[in-house]
């Protein structure tokens, strides 16, 4: 095991990243040095309702682990395995491999196809816009790379789990995924970690590329442990008339701060995007999903469904952005939060950054209590107050998770909304 | 559709007229702390008021400018003139005001309105309040309705008790602009338990190129009262820019009712930055009922602070944002009492380039059980120059409440146009209908002739709009 503890200046950095990336082509070193200078400029990320003022990153441990092989529980049910940000485990089923589809480590992609990689990193995800993102970018360790050839429908899911031990400083998984013209597919990442003494620091990026008309259903849950400190980003450019569907059920972590991004850059793209997220205890949840329409005839449809208790606070801030010249487009966005405690926070910014008119753009929101008639109807029906809150959670939650159109998905978020109502 | 919807509001300003040079003493350009003791020399203020003053001052010269909201990189504060006295002294009756004032708000149709159903009017022309007038019958039920000026000298301990208390001048920028160099503004106070049932009117007029104008309303609405104050405001169409910068603090006792009519319709050249504040105490109810037509850029979101059990807040607006133009408002709701419920119903229409943003805050305080807030936002965008934001924020920091928000962004129905021409009206006939019902929540809660003005200026610049 390997560790940086200084990298509050270039010298060490730059030490670091040829010592533990000088295999990699010059054009990704160089790209790795260029942004670890920007991460010691780049201030921190200024999130109006998360304060990270005081969050000291100059003596972040970055592990550098050796690959583990069996660490992850179950990590035959997965197609692909990261611990520590290591990659452990590729698996495909015969079928996909056979239609061409790809799946590997983003680094042992870049000896396979690296013009490919070359072409598409870094070309969605905005890297320059804060510290974590910069990090991210500058060391991130094996990465994920997922490419599906033209009009290759797969249909069984491809599983991802990120995971991460105890003894974890800092986690940067980065993912890469490519989606051919007419291809479906369904993909599933999930992040679990160890709880550990000390904060873990998780700088994920996500991008997604789809070309024309290719439909990708990802799905995305989040079940880290308290000591984990998240920062997420995700974005996908859509092609034209291609479709992403995304569901996200974020239980985990200590505090996180998540955005996902889609860009409607092609006439007839859309975009649907289901956030599920419950929090508890002392967690602090600051999440971001943005439509931005920039091509004729664009579709969006943002949802989420939160439920807080104990004293988690929880910011979700939608923004549906209708580009000039995006006519005919459709953006909407519906937000509903479930109170179960008085010491819970939640905020709701459903914004519409609107610059066309011949467009229709609606958001709803709302906020409110469990309904006091609901729990005694139930509780005079002999149910306990516990299981009678059980259920109006669910039936508040239902019509959200039970969209999400992948059986695997649908039921660890309900598996994980059952865990936290017993929290 | 072979033509597209008309303007609702010309951009052509029906008050870009000016009188020339009429003041009697001109301040030159610029603030420094000898401007603000020099007005307080003039109104020959008490110690405790100039002290306020020059607190504000520094305030306002430590606090940065807002980063947010509209694009305030052209307003030069050392450009402004701080303060204009128009009058030697304030007129009791309409004759005795300056032949050239007097004239203006006679084209503005002023005292026409007065004579016909208000309680009381002010006119305030540049820095000072010019005329000032209420009726005999509500002056006998106790019922103060004054300039801020005299009001400070002859009510000093009521106004002393109150000023500056909903608004301290640490608030921001503009409130401690307008806290250092106030002039001007209303004061109305409402005894307990009395009703006056007519409104309230001020009128506010800039002249002068470059002018600010920073006046001071403060409104006490005793347990149990009633009152309902209308405020109208234009300038004159310069090329370089005026400020107009109001603080309006209001009190709205136990029981009581208020209601604050504001229609905003400032020449282009005009930056509007108003910080505008009620609080609620138990089961007492503040409307903000709030139309902002003209102005280069406004910056207004009037607020409740619903601190009593039962209390009620309002906001009802329209933004209308033409050439040029940017209308950044919206409203604040703080609900830090049980039971206490609130409404927002925001109407923005922008259209030849200009652009509204809807900006809201509700909070749900801890311990604010069984409150409930609705809030409704609706923007017509009239053609593809045109832009709107609707930035809604909401805290919730309590169980036991229930937030609604809903909002649309839409261009004219042409399910609706179809209909209305397939009944044979123009197009233009039919897109001003769908415009006024649009607007209609809004106009049916303003006094009758406010109503009718807004409605003839909306009819009279659509007329012949078609091309």
């Known amino acids: ?423 | 559709m072979a033509t597209k919807p008309q303007m609702l509001v010309n951009d052509e300003y029906q008050y870009g007229f000016n009188d020339g040079d009429v003041g009697v003493l001109k301040f030159a350009r610029g603030l420094t702390r000898q401007t603000v003791e020099e007005i307080s020399r003039i109104k020959k203020e008490p110690k405790w008021m100039l002290d306020f003053r020059l607190h504000a001052l520094d305030v306002f010269f430590k606090k940065p400018m807002p980063r947010w909201g509209g694009d305030l990189d052209h307003l030069k504060f050392d450009d402004i003139v701080y303060y204009v006295k128009p009058s030697e002294n304030q007129g009791r009756t309409w004759e005795d005001v300056p032949q050239a004032i007097k004239d203006t708000f006679e084209r503005l149709g002023i005292p026409e309105a007065e004579r016909k159903f208000l309680a009381g009017v002010s006119a305030q022309y540049e820095s000072e309040v010019v005329y000032h007038s209420i009726r005999k019958d509500l002056q006998e039920k106790g019922i103060i309705f004054t300039d801020t000026d005299s009001a400070l000298r002859e009510y000093p301990e009521l106004l002393r008790e109150y000023f500056g208390t909903i608004i301290p001048p640490e608030d921001n920028k503009f409130a401690a602009l307008n806290s250092a160099v106030w002039s001007g503004g209303s004061f109305v106070y409402i005894p307990k338990g009395v009703t006056c049932d007519i409104p309230m009117q001020a009128y506010f007029r800039i002249n002068s190129e470059n002018m600010g104008q920073f006046e001071r309303t403060l409104i006490i609405a005793d347990t149990g009262s009633f009152g309902h104050y209308v405020e109208g405001c234009t300038a004159p169409s310069y090329n370089s820019e005026s400020l107009h910068s109001a603080v309006v603090e209001i009190i709205v006792k136990d029981d009581a009712r208020m209601r604050y009519t504001t229609v905003q319709n400032w020449a282009s050249n005009v930056y509007n930055l108003v910080t505008k504040r009620a609080v609620a105490y138990k089961n007492a109810t503040m409307e903000w009922v709030d139309g902002n037509i003209g102005s280069k850029l406004t910056m207004k979101y009037p607020a409740v602070y619903l601190l009593g059990e039962g209390a009620r807040g309002m906001v009802l607006s329209i933004a209308v944002a033409g050439k040029g133009q940017h209308q950044d408002t919206g409203a604040k709701m703080i609900h830090a009492a049980p039971n206490t419920t609130s409404t927002i119903l925001s109407k923005s229409i922008s259209q030849h380039g200009g652009k509204t943003t809807y900006r809201g805050l509700v909070h749900f305080a801890p311990g604010a059980d069984h409150s409930k807030s609705n809030v409704k936002c609706d923007t017509l965008i009239m053609d593809n120059d045109s832009t709107s934001d609707t930035v809604p924020y909401s805290e919730v920091a309590d169980s036991n409440v229930e937030m609604e928000h809903e909002a649309t962004v839409t261009k004219v129905s042409e399910e609706q146009l179809f209909y209305l021409t397939s009944r044979g009206l123009s197009e233009e006939e039919a897109t001003r209908l769908i415009v006024m019902g649009f607007i209609e929540p809004f106009t049916k809660e303003l006094p009758m002739e406010f109503a009718v003005e807004m409605n003839r200026l909306i009819k009279f610049e659509m007329e012949g709009a078609i091309g």
């Open chain 1, 1 to 423: 095991m390997d560790t940086i503890a200084e990298t509050n200046t270039m010298a060490p950095l730059e030490q670091f990243i040829l010592d533990h990336y000088g295999q990699e082509p010059e054009w990704l070193l160089a790209r790795r040095r260029r942004y670890g200078s920007l991460y010691l400029e780049l201030p921190l990320p200024v999130r109006q309702r998360t304060p990270l003022k005081n969050r000291k990153l100059d003596r972040i441990p970055v592990l550098v682990s050796q690959p583990v092989t069996d660490i992850s529980p179950n990590s035959s049910m997965f197609n692909l395995v990261t611990v520590n940000g290591r990659s452990v485990h590729a698996t495909l089923p015969e079928s996909a491999t056979a239609q061409g589809v790809v799946l590997l480590s983003l680094r042992e992609a870049l000896r396979q196809s690296p013009e490919l990689v070359q072409e598409a990193l870094g070309s969605v995800v905005d890297d320059t816009v804060d510290k974590f993102q910069a990090l991210n970018a500058a060391l991130w360790q094996d990465g994920l790379f997922l490419y599906i050839p033209p009009r290759v429908n797969l249909t069984e899911p491809i599983t991802i789990s990120h995971y991460a031990t105890a003894d974890a400083t800092a986690v940067l998984p980065r993912t890469l995924m490519i989606l051919d013209r007419e291809s479906r597919a369904t993909v599933n990442e999930q992040y679990v970690s160890e709880a550990g003494l000390d904060k873990c620091l998780w700088s994920c990026a996500t991008e997604i590329i789809l070309h024309d008309a290719a439909v990708l259903q990802y799905g995305a849950i989040q079940q880290l442990s308290a000591s984990a400190e998240a920062f997420v980003r995700r974005a996908a450019r859509i092609g034209r008339d291609a479709r992403i569907d995304w569901n996200i059920g974020e239980f985990g972590a200590g505090m996180v701060v998540s955005e996902h991004l889609s860009v409607l850059d092609q006439p007839g793209g859309q975009t649907y995007s289901t956030t599920v997220f419950f929090g508890s205890r002392s967690q602090h949840q600051d999440y971001t999903a943005t439509a931005r329409h920039v091509a004729p005839h664009t579709a969006s449809n943002m949802t989420a469904r939160g439920v807080m208790k104990d004293s988690a606070r929880s910011v979700f801030t939608g923004v549906t952005d209708i580009k000039k010249g995006a006519v005919g487009s459709d953006g909407r966005q519906k937000e509903k939060i479930l109170m179960l405690s008085d010491t819970s926070r939640a905020d709701a910014i459903p914004s519409l950054l609107i610059e066309e008119n011949d467009v229709f753009a609606a958001h709803a929101a709302s906020a409110g209590p469990i309904d006091a008639h609901a729990v005694f109807y139930l509780m005079g029906r002999g149910l306990s107050e516990t299981e009678a809150v059980r259920l109006i959670v669910h039936g508040f939650l239902a019509p959200v998770i039970d969209t999400i159109p992948v059986g695997a998905l649908r039921d660890e978020v309900w598996a994980q909304v059952e865990r936290k109502i017993l929290e």
